[in-house]
């Protein structure tokens, strides 16, 4: 359909929605030809589910790449790191005979790790909120581990094996949220010495995989290794370009890959925006296009639209223009796949929300600021679609008309569609992917 495009060295996978876009389907398959496999930022809040042959991995935390058996999988310094999930994957993952070993899986040994204060309080604070103003946070204690990160006093990676940092580390953390504990929640908490305990318990089992990622990628790049970039979550939940205050606490956007995994004097070649064909949010905040109707309980349930790490219902909406359009220029994304277009199959009726009218003025576009609990979302009916494929494997006439009106609104090509949970459930659009060169 077009012409090829030169071979790139480095591709992002950038979640352009709420999350839950598909990502870890598209990063199984073109894991397949990288030589390693980064994630960035984010901690097990984010989850990534990846069907082959019908049996399901859910990853939380090690990146996708772990399922290729060929490539090695990175944990970069800009992730937060809960080792006792770490461990509980790597054991489920090494109990399903996928390769696992201190060879193809790095922990950077900069990374912050989340203690035992950091969860009791992610979830203290969330329940004592009312419901209008909860975040919709997993309590996993993701934030408050940004939090302590951010105001250098977090425990690093390298600070599991050294039980005298760790006392230090830990009583430092401790310091003010034990007023927290005791006087505002009220609750109980371990004491410092059954985390020291459990922590380097833990780090013993880490320190095989433990390694200096920022070298290791520089290293990589130097010699001209394929590298391809896992996001998590999506750019809308970036602390900075996301829909503030209902976010994540780390930068979900391209630029979490130059603070979070390291890249000096390389450049992300590709950067490939996942997009639902329709749009869905877990968690508080505003939602514009939410289908509160029979049409968005089908599309709920058709699409299975539970989070992967929660086991939330998502909200569930047609697919939003104006953030589409924010998302390519936030995170300078160069191509889209197009995931779950088989869930709008037969569906009577399709709309696409193409513009906001906001303040007295039409925008076609959002931007950072704008309240999306005031917006009126304008929408527009568009020809539904039968079936994505023929029977020929190939993409029906309906199905390309409605790729080629998002690729005119978003300004970008869509290169690779996704029409069900299976790996072998993608086409390629277009084959101008240079990193599958």
């Known amino acids: 359909m077009s012409t090829n495009q030169s071979q790139s060295q480095t591709m992002a996978i950038i979640g352009a929605?709420?999350?839950?876009?598909g990502k870890g389907k598209i990063t199984d398959f073109l894991s397949q030809y990288a030589d390693y496999v980064v994630r960035f930022q984010g901690g097990n809040n984010a989850g990534h589910t990846?069907?082959?042959?019908?049996?399901?991995?859910?990853?939380?935390?090690?990146?996708?790449?772990?399922?290729?058996?060929?490539?090695?999988?990175?944990?970069?310094?800009?992730?937060?790191?809960?080792?006792?999930?770490?461990k509980k994957e790597v054991d489920s993952l090494i109990a399903a005979d996928v390769k696992v070993t201190g060879a193809n899986l790095k922990v950077s040994l900069n990374a912050n790790v989340i203690t035992r204060y950091h969860q009791l309080l992610d979830?203290?604070?969330?329940?004592?909120?009312?419901?209008?103003?909860k975040i919709g946070t997993t309590g996993r204690g993701i934030g408050p581990t940004y939090?302590?990160?951010?105001?250098?006093?977090?425990?690093?990676?390298?600070?599991?094996?050294?039980?005298?940092?760790?006392?230090?580390?830990?009583?430092l953390i401790l310091q003010e949220k034990e007023v927290l504990f005791k006087e505002l929640y009220k609750i109980e908490y371990p004491s410092i010495n059954e985390e020291i305990e459990r922590l380097y318990e833990l780090g013993q089992y880490i320190f095989p995989f433990v390694a200096d990622t920022f070298s290791l990628l520089d290293k990589a790049l130097s010699e001209n290794k394929k590298v391809l970039y896992e996001g998590a979550q999506g750019v809308l939940l970036d602390i900075d370009y996301g829909t503030y205050p209902f976010v994540t606490s780390s930068n979900t956007s391209i630029g979490g890959i130059y603070t979070g995994a390291g890249i000096p004097g390389h450049n992300v070649d590709e950067v490939l925006g996942i997009f639902k064909a329709y749009t869905t949010r877990v968690g508080g905040g505003p939602f514009p296009t939410?289908?509160?109707?029979?049409?968005?309980?089908?599309?709920?349930?058709?699409?299975?639209?539970?989070?992967?790490?929660?086991?939330?219902?998502?909200?569930?909406?047609?697919?939003?223009?104006?953030?589409?359009?924010?998302?390519?220029?936030?995170?300078n994304l160069t191509?889209?796949?197009?995931?779950?277009?088989?869930v709008l199959e037969d569906l009577e009726e399709l709309q696409i929300?193409?513009?906001?009218?906001?303040?007295?003025?039409?925008?076609?576009?959002?931007?950072?600021?704008?309240?999306?609990?005031?917006v009126k979302p304008l929408f527009?009916?568009?020809?539904?679609?039968?079936?994505i494929m023929d029977d020929q494997g190939k993409l029906t006439d309906d199905a390309i008309s409605y790729i080629r009106m998002v690729e005119q609104m978003a300004g970008i090509p869509v290169k690779m569609v996704a029409y069900g949970p299976e790996r072998q459930q993608l086409h390629l659009v277009e084959n101008t992917l240079g990193f599958l060169n």
């Not at 929605?17 to 876009?21: F, H, I, S, T």
């Not at 191509?335 to 088989?342: F, N, Q």
């Not at 527009?380 to 079936?387: A, D, E, G, L, S």
Request: charged fraction near 30%.
């Open 123 to 133: 979830q203290t604070r969330e329940n004592a909120k009312s419901s209008e103003k």
């Open 147 to 171: 939090e302590d990160r951010t105001s250098r006093r977090g425990v690093k990676v390298a600070d599991l094996f050294n039980k005298d940092i760790l006392k230090e580390k830990l009583e």
């Open 50 to 86: 990846i069907i082959v042959d019908g049996k399901k991995t859910v990853l939380h935390i090690i990146p996708s790449g772990i399922l290729s058996g060929h490539c090695i999988s990175v944990i970069g310094h800009g992730v937060v790191l809960d080792p006792e999930v770490f």
């Open 17 to 21: 929605q709420w999350g839950d876009e």
């Open 290 to 331: 939410e289908l509160n109707t029979p049409i968005g309980a089908h599309i709920q349930d058709k699409g299975k639209e539970f989070g992967a790490t929660t086991g939330r219902q998502r909200r569930v909406g047609w697919l939003d223009v104006p953030l589409l359009r924010y998302a390519v220029k936030a995170s």
């Open 335 to 342: 191509a889209i796949a197009l995931t779950k277009m088989d």
């Open 380 to 387: 527009k009916t568009v020809p539904p679609f039968k079936k």
């Open 353 to 374: 929300c193409y513009a906001y009218e906001y303040d007295g003025k039409e925008y076609d576009q959002t931007f950072p600021g704008m309240d999306l609990s005031k």
